[in-house]
């Protein structure tokens, strides 16, 4: 499965981005989906994720109330809706899927396929 992360960009504090994780099979609609972020010079980190069966969401702490992660499986693509924006959501956003288990949803490590990311800069 090949993932194809967009809609990154430069905005002002306060914005809203929507970035899409689009895939090259419809695969994607039974997999996991998880949405991390790199910023400069720090680990990758966890942002938000949808399981499997499409009804249970996970958001980073940081996260919550700001960004909405959602499937459209007509489209076979996964959604990162993100307002507020913060100077400190300035990163490269990566989509990724997989077969993630509770235990390891928020983790790197429980997805399998990965795409190149796309950069969001929040300035203030």
């Known amino acids: 499965v090949q993932l194809q992360a967009s809609g990154g960009g430069a905005v002002q504090a306060g914005d809203s981005l929507r970035l899409s994780c689009a895939a090259s099979?419809?695969?994607?609609?039974?997999?996991?989906v998880g949405w991390f972020r790199q910023a400069p010079g720090k680990e990758r980190e966890f942002v938000a994720a949808?399981?499997?069966?499409?009804?249970?969401?996970f958001y980073a702490d940081s996260m919550k109330g700001r960004f909405t992660i959602s499937r459209d499986k007509d489209k076979a693509t996964v959604h990162l809706q993100m307002n507020s924006l913060k100077p400190e959501d300035t990163a490269v956003y990566y989509c990724?899927?997989?077969?993630?288990?509770?235990?390891?949803?928020?983790?790197?490590?429980?997805?399998?396929?990965w795409g190149q990311g796309t950069l969001v800069t929040v300035s203030s």
């Open positions: 990724a899927a997989g077969y993630p288990i509770l235990s390891t949803i928020r983790t790197s490590g429980g997805y399998r396929y």
């Open positions: 949808v399981r499997q069966s499409g009804s249970n969401t």
């Open positions: 099979e419809r695969t994607i609609n039974n997999l996991g």
